[in-house]
């Protein structure tokens, strides 16, 4: 992040908004909007966002992956035969 560039004041983006835009496209990097000096929003372009939340998905999946290998190891869970086993006698599915 370039502090010179990538935090500004709300009102410098009213005044600049399209040169923001511009800036946003090109980097791909958010930029911090200040109120009275402090961070109050972050803005940025939407093929950015959008990969953020692809990551984030990843991450959820990884970290649910882990939290179910760490469940297998400790010795919880069942088995998926078990398991299916269960289901197809709790809803009567014969076996094919």
Request: glycine share 8%; aromatic share 4%; hydrophobic share 40%.
């Amino acid at each position: 992040m370039d502090l010179k560039r990538d935090i500004q004041p709300l009102s410098n983006f009213k005044r600049n908004t399209a040169d923001f835009i511009r800036q946003l496209k090109e980097t791909g990097k958010p930029v911090v909007l200040t109120i009275n000096g402090k961070a109050e929003l972050v803005i940025q372009d939407a093929a950015s966002y959008q990969e953020l939340l692809e990551l984030r998905d990843r991450l959820e999946a990884i970290a649910g992956i882990r939290r179910g290998l760490d469940s297998m190891e400790e010795g919880k869970g069942r088995p998926a035969d078990e398991v299916f086993a269960d289901l197809r006698k709790k809803h009567n599915i014969t076996a094919g």
